[in-house]
């Protein structure tokens, strides 16, 4: 059993076809008091709709859904309600999902033959505001670094700085803001001004935002 504290539980809403799926998520995180399941769906539109009722801190949402895709459904459910974050829980290793659920304004992605301690670590980073991904899936991201730029991506980059494409790089490699400062000898605010800056000079508003163009670029973690 988890002896984790409780302050204010993480509000999550499960998104999966499967109902035995559904239960197994449940029961993966019962033990952990910090996560609360406030509510469940089957289909994108029942999951679209949860969001707006139930306010969730994170929709643990699958990809493929009877009626609409779930990286589909990721956009609708940001622009319901742009507060609730999004981490994709898949069994598909699919670089080209991977890639377009970052796009799609996914916190994170993650299989689902994880553990419960996994999962919850992975909640709170996401309700946190950081970005995941599963470890497995960094060999097929940087085949797709390296293999899948793009001129319109790669332009956009061109706009920052040398130590701005950095920051983006360890961003794009799942660094939270924390470890992205230890990596280059920079205070976690100082990071957080070099993001607020990449954002505007993008017009992004996520972090997913920003690794999806550097992956698209065909950039690397050095600049």
């Known amino acids: 059993m988890s002896t984790e504290p409780v302050n204010k539980p993480i509000r999550v809403l499960l998104v999966d076809d499967s109902p035995i799926i559904r239960l197994g998520l449940r029961s993966a995180l019962e ?16 999951g679209i709709a949860a969001v707006m009722k139930l306010k969730p801190d994170v929709v643990l949402l699958d990809v493929n859904l009877p009626d609409k895709s779930g990286l589909l459904a990721c956009q609708d459910m940001l622009k319901a309600r742009p507060q609730t974050q999004v981490l994709i829980l898949s069994s598909s290793d699919s ?3 991977v890639h377009d659920a970052m796009t799609a304004g996914a916190r994170g992605y993650l299989l689902k033959d994880n553990d419960g301690a996994t999962l919850a670590a992975a909640l709170r980073n996401v309700a946190a505001g950081q970005s995941v991904l599963d470890p497995t899936l960094a060999g097929q991201v940087m085949n797709l670094v390296r293999n899948q730029g793009t001129p319109s991506a790669a332009a956009r980059l061109n706009q920052l700085s040398p130590q701005e494409r950095r920051v983006v790089g360890l961003l794009a490699s799942g660094l939270t803001n924390k470890e992205i400062g230890d990596q280059l000898g920079l205070t976690e605010k100082t990071v957080k001004n070099y993001l607020a800056t990449v954002f505007t000079k993008l017009n992004i508003t996520r972090r997913a935002q920003a690794a999806a163009l550097f992956v698209e ?3 690397t973690g050095r600049a």
């Open 31 to 46: 033990d952990y008091p910090a996560i609360a399941i406030i509510g469940e769906a089957g289909t994108a539109t029942e």
């Open 95 to 97: 670089e080209r999902n």
């Open 217 to 219: 670029a065909g950039q």
